[in-house]
């Protein structure tokens, strides 16, 4: 992944300060807790929720399992389609091949539209400094980038500012990238909206160049998908020139007719809509409408290297509804920026870690921002089992293993400050693999049961855990002790019988 997120606080450190912001804690919880509640009506609209989850799943499990297949597949079709498609490997290489492409039109502003797959990559950072202005158009992303700010949600990236810092930030910055805001700039959300549709209006007639990630790409047609609610979008990919659309490898289905069940399960869990806005599509070029050339950027960067995981591959059937961090309690204390990538909260704990290693001390904290309660599996529309890859990856962490980089197979070494965690793993796998053992540990907990603390008294770094969790209170007797007990008592009630 980018550079642009490397250097941050790992988890903990960045949300225990973000914990203490209330401000902010006031914004996730009322902006989670509404799109929630409204999800939850929409999904209990479907009877047939449940099978539309299997098939999304089932596509995507499908698709990835031949995915070099379909991808040559929509290569061709693409370029029949009078497109052009690029290969990029990494970060760098997928902002190179964007970088050289706007240069040759030798345009130096652009206009972008959903493409969570550019932050990964860092591509404002990296057309800023080959001289080339990138203007945001998606309202939320407007609102972050006129903040210097970075995203926090996957749909709704602005959500941990309110209305009047909204307002505030229009008013301050807008006239630094184009058309003022209006004064006397209310923060009423309609006089918002039209100051930001002002705004970029005037973007949208004047820049040459779009660049857009997708939803979809459909390997049949060569068709890319992107589904938003404001029409922001559909500007951004019809008026100008030139289209770039930089897309991660993962995003591709089989057939048009698999769009049928992501474009129920999508708007649903997301937005919480039954169908949203627009949905715009594009194939390759056409003469006289929409842009005259088109580049499809697919990107890589981790993503074969998770799919070599048969565990963490899951976390690619994604299709970035949000729902899980909606429902997440972790996220809604912490807030997105605590998880230090493009990808916050649940969805952002497992896929981030796959797709750029943990071997810094934030990546390996992520599996770590859970409680596992297993409430982002539940909602999830392509059943992705968030808390088993978390565990899964947890153990990468602490013991190290095999893992796939950039192709290759290796062997990594855990990571730093968890020996106290794989001692006490290793003495209970001994305990466990010796039943004489596991038979007298019992006995004598049951016998000092009194004795017993109601917490540990841990010490270091150990002592936020411990001071946070009462121990569970032991039984009298173990649970074999208690069967042969049964078994004897059922025994002697035979007998008496007879
Ligand atoms: S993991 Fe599931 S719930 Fe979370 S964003 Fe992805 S598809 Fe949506």
Redesign the pocket.
Known sequence: MSGTYLGLPSFPDAAHTSTHDTQLRANLTHATHTIRTKRATAINELPDWPQLRTAGAAIKDHTLHHLDHYLLQLETAVTNAGGTVHWATDADEANRITTHIIHTTGETEVVKVKSMATQETGLNEALHTAGIHAYETDLAELIVQLAHDKPSH?LVPAIHKNRTEIRDIFHNEMAHWGRPAPDHLTDNPTDLAEAARLHLREKFLRTKIGISGANFMIAETGTLVVVESEGNGRMCLTLPDTLISIVGIEKIIPTFQDLEVFLQTLPR?STAERMNPYTTMWTGTTTHDGPKNFHLILLDNGRTDTLADTTGRQALR???????LNVCPVYERAGGHAYGSPYPG??GAILTPQLRGTTTPLDASLPYASTLCGA?YD????A?N?PEILVHLRERVVQGGPVTVRGTRTTIKPAKGHAAERAAMRAGRWTLDHPTAWSATQRMAGATRRLHPRRLPLPGPAKAWSDARDLPEVPAQGFRAWWQQREKDTQRGKGEQK
């Open positions: 996957i869990s994604c299709i970035r509804c949000s729902a899980c649940p969805i982002c909602v999830c529309p392509v992705i968030i």
